[in-house]
């Protein structure tokens, strides 16, 4: 629930008047459309009661905005009484159409009123994804594709984390469809570009822009070897009463392999973190990292996959309260070589966070 604005309550209002105005020779009660709407799934009154409340706003989720839709594209719907919810494969083409235009508006007023998008910038200020430079790896062998001269020459072979990169990007440029966003190798960032939000992608062993910024912001949390692992480095707390604690990846019967053959690797860790651009203080730092590009994966998933953005959102003004300074090391699971989406309420999903280091505090 959120305090209610002119805008985070015009869905509230539109649901109310949906349901008093619509069908002007049935006023609903909120009972009735409560029974109605459960033949769909089921929803209480004090449910309904709670999405129409112009004070403190509960948003619906998409789905029951869909039911609402169907629901009022037809006359049907309370002729006769009491009322019922026809089935979507009765509806006629021309109720078809008015529920595609009722869900639109109902989804409109919906994203307007969500309080809680990390990744939407309503400055409408430009917008720069800083990656880390694979060429100046002696690690990663990089195909022909990668050279100048090939006549079949790809810019992005030279770019890390793509599964990443590509999934922010276009949620990025989506959630902010008039602002500029654009993406460099840290190698090849201009001036201009660092005081725009910025969006720092992966670790700092190819990316000289995130080594400087680490030096410039006051991070509670810092990449170093660790000799158990030789595929990335690893997270460890500088700051608290947990100072010296580092957080592991996890491997397939605990075996990290060697350099030239590294083990399977079964979780990862992600972080997540929002901070004050240091160059542009109106503008956001916000870092999406990993020992391994699983955990930078599952850092920009946490707020992109809409399986478990929302509920994501919420642990984020739970936790921090609206916050631009914070930090969240996740763990990420792999499975089946597919990395999963952190769901941040899950338990032990959050390893630490700060402010308030003890999820839960």
């Known amino acids: ?30 009972a009735q ?17 709670a999405w129409e409340n112009t004070v403190t706003v509960t948003l619906p989720p998409p789905s029951r905005l869909s039911t609402y839709a169907r629901f009022f594209a037809t006359a049907r719907s309370v002729e006769p009484m009491p009322p019922r919810l026809i089935p979507l494969a009765d509806l006629t083409p021309e109720e ?61 072979y030279s770019y890390a984390d793509l599964d990443a990169l590509v999934g922010l990007f276009g949620h990025l440029c989506s959630s902010n469809p008039t602002s500029s966003v654009r993406y460099r190798l840290g190698s090849e960032a201009r001036s201009e570009d660092l005081t725009n939000h910025l969006v720092l992608l992966g670790g700092i062993a190819w990316n000289d822009i995130t080594r400087r910024l680490n030096d410039s912001v006051d991070l509670p949390v810092k990449q170093v070897q660790n000799e158990k692992i030789h595929s990335g480095e690893v ?19 605990d075996n990290p392999g060697t350099p030239d053959k ?41 707020l992109t996959d809409p399986d478990v953005r929302e509920k994501n959102e919420e ?18 699971a792999v499975v089946g070589g597919r990395t999963i989406s952190p769901s941040l309420n899950n338990p032990g999903a959050v390893l630490y966070h700060w402010p308030n280091q003890t999820p839960g505090n």
């Open 96 to 156: 078809d159409q008015a529920r595609e235009r009722l869900e639109s508006e109902l989804f409109r007023l919906r994203s307007e009123g969500a309080p809680l998008r990390s990744w939407r910038f309503p400055d409408e200020a430009p917008i720069t994804i800083i990656c880390s430079d694979l060429s100046r790896s002696d690690e990663v062998k990089l195909g022909p594709l990668s050279d100048e001269d090939n006549p079949n020459y790809t810019e992005l």
């Open 33 to 49: 459309l409560a029974q109605a709407l459960s033949e769909d799934e089921k929803v209480g009154v004090s449910t309904l009661s």
């Open 262 to 302: 590294p083990g399977m690797l079964i979780e990862d860790v992600g972080m997540l973190a929002r901070l004050p651009n240091p160059f542009n203080v109106n503008r956001t730092l916000t870092y999406c990292n990993g020992i391994h590009s699983r955990g930078v994966l599952g850092a920009v998933k946490c």
């Open 235 to 253: 997270f460890e707390i500088t700051g608290s009463d947990r100072f010296g604690e580092q957080f592991l990846p996890r491997w397939k019967n």
């Open 1 to 30: 629930m959120v305090e209610a604005t002119a805008v985070t309550a015009s869905l509230a209002k539109r649901l109310r008047e949906l349901r008093l105005s619509h069908f002007p020779d049935a006023k609903l009660t909120q």
């Open 315 to 332: 642990y984020l003004e739970e936790t921090f309260g609206g916050s631009n300074r914070f930090v969240i090391l996740m763990r990420v």
